[in-house]
C-alpha cells in the first residue's frame, strides 16, 4: 500500500511490493514558481496547457509505482476531482483512459 504526496519518483514497488496505492491530491505545478508565473501572465491560455500536461506526465509516472511492467498490476485511487479533466484532455494517453473506471 502506499499512500503519500509524491509517488511520483523514487519508489519501485514492483511484483507484491505494493498492489493498491491513494494519490489524495492532485501532483498540480508549484503555483510560486516564477517561470510558471511569467508564462501564465505571458500568455494565459499556454499556460494552462502546460499545466494539464505536466499534471498527466506526473499522474502517470504516479500510476506506475504499483505496475512496474506488463505482467504486473495494482490499482491507483484517485480522490481529487481536479484530474477529471487532465485524465480526460488530449494529454493523457488512450491506454490510461481505457484504464479508467
Known amino acids: 500500500v502506499l499512500v503519500g504526496p509524491g509517488l511520483h519518483e523514487?519508489?519501485?514497488a514492483a511484483?507484491?511490493?505494493a498492489?493498491?496505492?491513494?494519490?489524495?491530491k492532485s501532483p498540480v505545478p508549484y503555483m510560486g514558481d516564477p517561470?510558471?508565473?511569467a508564462l501564465l501572465e505571458y500568455n494565459e491560455g499556454i499556460g494552462r496547457r502546460w499545466m494539464q500536461w505536466d499534471?498527466?506526465?506526473t499522474l502517470i509516472q504516479m500510476f506506475g509505482r504499483v505496475?512496474?511492467?506488463a505482467?504486473?498490476?495494482g490499482v491507483t485511487y484517485v480522490y481529487d476531482s481536479a484530474v477529471d479533466d487532465v485524465l480526460r484532455g488530449s494529454f493523457c494517453p488512450e491506454y490510461v483512459k481505457r484504464?479508467?473506471?
Open 67 to 69: 505496475v512496474r511492467s
Open 19 to 24: 498492489r493498491w496505492q491513494a494519490v489524495v
Open 15 to 17: 511484483g507484491d511490493a
Open 55 to 57: 499534471t498527466a506526465k
Open 10 to 12: 523514487g519508489i519501485d
Open 99 to 101: 484504464a479508467i473506471w
Open 71 to 73: 505482467e504486473d498490476y
Open 35 to 37: 517561470r510558471l508565473k
